[in-house]
Every structure is written in structure tokens, then in C-alpha cells.
């Protein structure tokens, strides 16, 4: 989160940016790591959610129809092949970024 607004900040190479609506009255920007996966069907991962500006571990958070847990993770099972793009979501944080899964 910048102290300035978007026109008033310098990118430099390699940064990654969100642009938000509403930023001020919300909690988390959420972030969820990893960002890429590609399993097996059937296979499980855990995913992390956190705030992409703190680094806080975000609980109740919901990605691929899971909730995480005290320490940020989710269990996602994959039952279909496919490509797939999950986003996590809590009613007081931003959207987070995509997470791109491939299932063979």
C-alpha cells in the first residue's frame, strides 16, 4: 500500500501492483503463495493466504471453496482435470491474486 496515490508513485522493474477500489476501508490485501501449481488428479496442496503488504498469515479466507485455517492454509483437493484460476476472498479484505493450477 503506498502512502501516495497511484499518479504519485515510481514503479521500478520486477514490482508487482494491484490496483484496489476501496482500499481504505479494507482490511487485507490478500496474497496467496504459491501463485502456480500443477498436480495430478486427486492430488492435495496447501496454500498460504497472507497480506501482501504485512506479510500477516490471514485466517478465515476462503480459496477453491476451502477456508484457512489459524495459520493462513488451505488444503485444496483437486477432483477434474483442467486448468483452473482460484482467487481467495474474505468480506473485509481485497480479492487476492490469481493462482493459475494445471490438473493432468
Known amino acids: 500500500f503506498?502512502?501516495?496515490g497511484g499518479c504519485q508513485f515510481a514503479l521500478q522493474r520486477g514490482d508487482n501492483v494491484l490496483w484496489a477500489f476501496d482500499a481504505f476501508?479494507?482490511?487485507f490485501f490478500l496474497k496467496v503463495e504459491p501463485?502456480?501449481?500443477a498436480v495430478r488428479k486427486g492430488d492435495t496442496r496447501t496454500v498460504k493466504i497472507t497480506d501482501g503488504s504485512t506479510g500477516v498469515v490471514v485466517p478465515g479466507a476462503v480459496i477453491g471453496g476451502v477456508t484457512t485455517d489459524a495459520k493462513g492454509e488451505?488444503?485444496?483437493t483437486f477432483a477434474e482435470k483442467g486448468i483452473f484460476t482460484l482467487k481467495a476472498e474474505r468480506a473485509d479484505s481485497i480479492r487476492s491474486n490469481a493462482?493459475?493450477?494445471?490438473?493432468?
Open 99 to 104: 493462482l493459475y493450477v494445471v490438473v493432468g
Open 35 to 37: 501463485n502456480k501449481i
Open 25 to 27: 476501508n479494507k482490511v
Open 74 to 76: 488451505a488444503v485444496l
Open 2 to 4: 503506498t502512502p501516495v
